[in-house]
C-alpha cells in the first residue's frame, strides 16, 4: 500500500528539512563544546564521568532523530490546527536536545532533561491521535511512564548529591538507571512498532445508506406520488421518474435534514465497518452537498457507523491521494480514484443501477482485467476482497 500523503500538510517537508539543519548544527556544536571530554579521559571515575554523560545524552538524542524520522514518514503532518501545534512541540523537542547537549557533564540536569523530553514525546504522540483521530499511531503512554519514572528518579536521588563522599558514586548510578531506561525504552518501543494501516474511503450513498430505497418511500409518504417502483427496477442512475431522474430526486431530498437523518444503513454496513475500523484508518468521502454534512454527520453519530474521519469531496471528485481503498457504488468516481492513484484499489459495490453498466464500461472492464478494480455484492464479500488486498 501507498504511504499515507493522505491530507497531507504541503509544508511538512519543508519543516523536516528546518528540523534537520538545526538538528545537525546542534550535534555538531555539541561535539565541538566537548571536544576535549572526549579525547582527554582516564580509568578515574571523576574522568570518566563526563564522558559517559556524553555518549547516554548522544544515544537519547540520536536514537529520538532516527525514530522521528521513522515515525514523520508513516504519519506525516496533515491539514489541521492541531498539526501546526504537533510540529511547535516537536521544535521544543529539538530545543531540549540543545539544553541536554549543553549540560553535559551535570549528571542531573541531564536527568531532568531526558525526562522533560519524554513528557514532549507523551504530549506530540497525543498530538499525533488527535490529529490522525486514531489511538494507533501513538504509544505516548509509554514515553508518560518513563517520563514519570525519571523524574521520580531525579527528586529522589538530587538529595543524596549534597553529601560530597557519595556525590561521585550518585552520579555514577544516576547515569547507569538513565542509560538502562533508554535502552529499556528503545526496546519496548521497537516491539510495540509503527503500525502502518493502511487507508480505507468509504462511499455513503449505496454504499451505506440505501438512498434508492429511502427515496422511492419518501416520495410515496411525503410526497403523495403513485410510484410502483422497487430498488431492483432502477437499472440505471438516471431512470426517469416524473419529468425527472431518480438521482435528480436524491439530490434534491439530502437537502431535507428528515430524509437525511432517516435513510435506512446497508444491510451488514454496521458490522462491516466495526471489523475494518479495528485495523484501518477509514475515511468516509461523500460527494453530498454541503448543506447536507450536519445531517449526514448527526445519521453517522446515530446509526453508530464507525469511522475515523470525513473528506467531502463535491468540489474536488473522489481522486483523493494517499487513500488506498475506495469503496463506491459510482462507476466513474472508482475510474476517476483509480487512474489518479497508481498505487490504489476501487471496490465497485454491485447494486442494481450499475451491475448492467458496468458490463458495458470498456475502462471499468480493463481496470478490472489489470486487478485495480474489484466488484463485490455486498459487504461480505468487500471484507474478503480488502483482507486479500491487504494480506
Same mark, same amino acid.
Given at each position: 500500500?501507498?504511504p499515507?500523503?493522505?491530507?497531507?500538510?504541503?509544508?511538512?517537508?519543508?519543516?523536516?528539512?528546518?528540523? @534537520?539543519?538545526?538538528?545537525?548544527?546542534?550535534?555538531?556544536?555539541?561535539?565541538?563544546?566537548?571536544?576535549?571530554?572526549?579525547?582527554?579521559?582516564?580509568?578515574?571515575?571523576?574522568?570518566?564521568?563526563?564522558?559517559?554523560?556524553?555518549?547516554?545524552?548522544?544515544?537519547? &538524542?540520536?536514537?529520538?532523530?532516527?525514530?522521528?524520522h521513522?515515525?514523520?514518514?508513516?504519519?506525516?503532518?496533515?491539514?489541521?490546527?492541531?498539526?501546526?501545534?504537533?510540529?511547535?512541540?516537536?521544535?521544543? *523537542?529539538?530545543?531540549?536536545?540543545?539544553?541536554?547537549?549543553?549540560?553535559?557533564?551535570?549528571?542531573?540536569?541531564?536527568?531532568?532533561?531526558?525526562?522533560?523530553?519524554?513528557?514532549?514525546?507523551?504530549?506530540?504522540?497525543?498530538?499525533?491521535?488527535?490529529?490522525?483521530?486514531?489511538?494507533?499511531?501513538? @504509544?505516548?503512554r509509554?514515553?508518560?511512564?518513563?517520563s514519570?519514572?525519571?523524574?521520580?528518579?531525579?527528586?529522589?536521588?538530587?538529595?543524596?548529591?549534597?553529601?560530597?563522599?557519595?556525590?561521585? *558514586?550518585?552520579?555514577?548510578?544516576?547515569?547507569?538507571?538513565?542509560?538502562?531506561?533508554?535502552?529499556?525504552y528503545?526496546?519496548?518501543?521497537?516491539?510495540?512498532?509503527?503500525?502502518?494501516?493502511?487507508?480505507?474511503?468509504?462511499?455513503?450513498?449505496g &454504499?451505506?445508506?440505501?438512498? &434508492?430505497?429511502?427515496?422511492?418511500?419518501?416520495?410515496?409518504?411525503?410526497?403523495?406520488? /403513485?410510484?410502483?417502483?422497487?430498488?431492483?427496477?432502477?437499472?440505471?442512475?438516471?431512470?426517469?421518474?416524473?419529468?425527472?431522474t431518480?438521482?435528480?430526486?436524491?439530490?434534491?431530498?439530502?437537502?431535507?435534514?428528515?430524509?437525511?437523518?432517516?435513510?435506512?444503513?446497508?444491510?451488514?454496513?454496521? /458490522?462491516?465497518?466495526?471489523?475494518?475500523?479495528?485495523?484501518y484508518?477509514?475515511?468516509?468521502?461523500? /460527494?453530498?452537498?454541503?448543506?447536507?454534512?450536519?445531517?449526514?454527520?448527526?445519521?453517522?453519530?446515530?446509526?453508530?457507523?464507525?469511522?475515523?474521519?470525513?473528506? !467531502?469531496?463535491?468540489?474536488?471528485?473522489?481522486?483523493?491521494?494517499g487513500?488506498?481503498?475506495? *469503496?463506491?457504488?459510482?462507476?466513474?468516481?472508482?475510474?476517476?480514484? &483509480?487512474?489518479?492513484?497508481?498505487?490504489?484499489?476501487?471496490?465497485?459495490?454491485?447494486?442494481p !443501477?450499475?451491475?448492467?453498466?458496468?458490463?458495458?464500461?470498456?475502462?471499468?472492464? @480493463?481496470?478490472?482485467?489489470?486487478?485495480?478494480?474489484?466488484?463485490?455484492?455486498?459487504?461480505?464479500?468487500?471484507? @474478503?476482497?480488502?483482507? /486479500?488486498?491487504?494480506?
Amino acid at each position: 500500500m501507498s504511504p499515507p500523503e493522505f491530507q497531507k500538510s504541503p509544508y511538512t517537508d519543508y519543516f523536516v528539512r528546518l528540523l @534537520r539543519i538545526i538538528f545537525g548544527v546542534v550535534v555538531a556544536q555539541g561535539i565541538i563544546k566537548h571536544g576535549q571530554t572526549l579525547f582527554s579521559w582516564s580509568f578515574s571515575l571523576r574522568k570518566l564521568l563526563p564522558l559517559f554523560s556524553f555518549a547516554i545524552v548522544y544515544m537519547l &538524542v540520536i536514537l529520538s532523530w532516527i525514530f522521528y524520522h521513522h515515525s514523520i514518514t508513516l504519519y506525516p503532518y496533515r491539514k489541521s490546527y492541531v498539526a501546526t501545534v504537533r510540529a511547535t512541540f516537536d521544535l521544543i *523537542i529539538i530545543f531540549t536536545y540543545v539544553y541536554l547537549i549543553f549540560s553535559i557533564p551535570d549528571t542531573f540536569d541531564i536527568l531532568l532533561g531526558a525526562a522533560v523530553v519524554f513528557m514532549l514525546y507523551a504530549i506530540t504522540g497525543i498530538l499525533r491521535v488527535l490529529e490522525w483521530r486514531d489511538k494507533r499511531v501513538s @504509544r505516548w503512554r509509554l514515553s508518560l511512564i518513563f517520563s514519570g519514572v525519571l523524574f521520580i528518579m531525579y527528586y529522589v536521588m538530587l538529595p543524596l548529591q549534597e553529601d560530597s563522599q557519595l556525590e561521585l *558514586i550518585v552520579e555514577f548510578v544516576v547515569n547507569i538507571k538513565v542509560l538502562s531506561l533508554l535502552v529499556v525504552y528503545r526496546y519496548l518501543r521497537k516491539r510495540l512498532g509503527y503500525p502502518k494501516f493502511s487507508i480505507i474511503g468509504v462511499d455513503i450513498d449505496g &454504499v451505506l445508506g440505501d438512498q &434508492v430505497q429511502h427515496i422511492l418511500r419518501y416520495m410515496r409518504e411525503k410526497e403523495g406520488r /403513485n410510484i410502483d417502483l422497487t430498488e431492483e427496477d432502477i437499472r440505471e442512475w438516471d431512470y426517469p421518474i416524473g419529468g425527472s431522474t431518480i438521482s435528480d430526486h436524491i439530490e434534491r431530498a439530502l437537502l431535507h435534514e428528515e430524509f437525511v437523518i432517516t435513510m435506512p444503513v446497508v444491510k451488514c454496513a454496521k /458490522n462491516a465497518l466495526k471489523l475494518l475500523y479495528e485495523r484501518y484508518h477509514l475515511v468516509i468521502i461523500s /460527494n453530498r452537498p454541503k448543506e447536507a454534512q450536519k445531517a449526514t454527520k448527526q445519521w453517522l453519530k446515530s446509526n453508530n457507523l464507525k469511522f475515523h474521519e470525513t473528506l !467531502w469531496t463535491r468540489e474536488t471528485g473522489k481522486a483523493v491521494p494517499g487513500v488506498d481503498i475506495l *469503496i463506491d457504488d459510482n462507476i466513474e468516481n472508482i475510474k476517476m480514484f &483509480v487512474s489518479h492513484s497508481p498505487r490504489s484499489f476501487g471496490i465497485l459495490f454491485l447494486r442494481p !443501477w450499475n451491475r448492467q453498466t458496468k458490463d458495458k464500461d470498456r475502462e471499468l472492464q @480493463r481496470l478490472i482485467g489489470m486487478k485495480r478494480v474489484f466488484c463485490c455484492n455486498g459487504w461480505g464479500e468487500v471484507l @474478503r476482497a480488502i483482507s /486479500n488486498m491487504t494480506s
